[in-house]
């Protein structure tokens, strides 16, 4: 039954690859619920997260940041995106102020209307005169609203939820009151692998790094780390399996109570354009 006045609803968040989308979803969220990390298409998979309040659901969905003209995975990963914005109640568009409004911003943006808002993130790491200049460059297009924000210091954060929150439509509420993620629990431990590889690993391969969970037995979840050649098991791995280990230890962490992961890592060749192993993947 929905209470009188009750607003939820889906806002797909969007924008380029690494402008800060999952950061400001885990800020709003009050919540690490998507995974981050400074490498470009962190995010591949649409996550709706949930949060919850006096009165209101939001449900926010993280989507792959939006890149034109890609094949193989980035072609998919753009799709994704597009298909949520098609699916949400409004949009909320990403762009990161340190980076400033560019062509790829703009192409995005092109595409969004007065119900949908912008926000300038990263406002940390940019002097007030230039915020000002970009806030004039995007006042270009006609949305909703115009908020600023940083994930990092939370300045803005709550703005930005309200103004969420405000739009949101009224209706009942979708999600049991205790779920965050909607998600199946193995795509998101398969994530949470790749997150701590892309930090252990910094530039070596971070593209290259596909991760896919299996409950094997009560409690352990084996994870195959699928690299794209041969050569680049060993840097996965590390030198006497240090890599890996750090991996296991940091993930293991994280896991629900009860549950631990054992990692394995197999190559399957330049599968970001093989299109039966990206189906196998769930592209
Ligand atoms: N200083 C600062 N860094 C931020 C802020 N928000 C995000 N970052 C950093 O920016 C990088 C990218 O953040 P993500 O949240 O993964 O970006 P994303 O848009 O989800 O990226 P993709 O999933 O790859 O499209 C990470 O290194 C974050 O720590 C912020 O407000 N301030
Ligand atoms: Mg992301």
Request: hydrophobic share 40%.
């Amino acid at each position: 039954m929905a209470e009188d006045g009750f607003r939820s609803g889906f806002v797909a968040v969007v924008g380029r690859p690494n402008a800060g989308k999952s950061s400001l979803i885990n800020a709003v969220a009050g919540a690490k619920l998507s995974i981050v990390s400074w490498h470009p298409n962190t995010t591949r998979r649409a996550l709706r997260t949930v949060t919850t309040g006096e009165g209101f659901e939001l449900i926010l969905v993280d989507t792959p940041g939006t890149t034109q003209g890609q094949a193989g995975l980035g072609k998919m990963l753009a799709g994704v995106a597009e298909e949520e914005m098609g699916n949400a109640d409004f949009s909320l568009a990403v762009v990161d102020a340190s980076r400033g409004v560019a062509g790829k911003d703009a192409l995005l943006l092109d595409r969004l209307g007065e119900r949908d808002l912008v926000v300038l993130t990263k406002i940390d790491l940019v002097p007030r005169p230039r915020l000002l200049e970009l806030l004039a460059e995007l006042s270009r297009w006609s949305l909703g609203e115009y908020l600023l924000a940083s994930s990092k210091t939370g300045e803005g954060v709550g703005e930005v939820r309200g103004a969420l929150v405000s739009r949101l439509p009224f209706g009942p509420r979708m999600y049991d009151p205790n779920t965050r993620v909607d998600q199946p629990l193995l795509l998101w431990i398969g994530d949470l692998v790749r997150e701590q590889l892309l930090r252990h690993l910094r530039d070596e391969l971070p593209h290259a790094v596909e991760c896919r969970a299996e409950e094997v037995e009560e409690g352990t979840v084996d994870v195959v780390i699928y690299v794209e050649r041969e050569s680049q098991k060993g840097i996965v791995i590390g030198s006497g399996g240090s890599v890996l280990a750090a991996v296991r230890r940091a993930v293991n962490r994280r896991m629900p109570s009860g549950l631990s992961v054992q990692l394995r890592v197999k190559v399957a060749s330049n599968w970001q354009h093989d299109p039966k192993r990206l189906a196998e993947f769930g592209y």
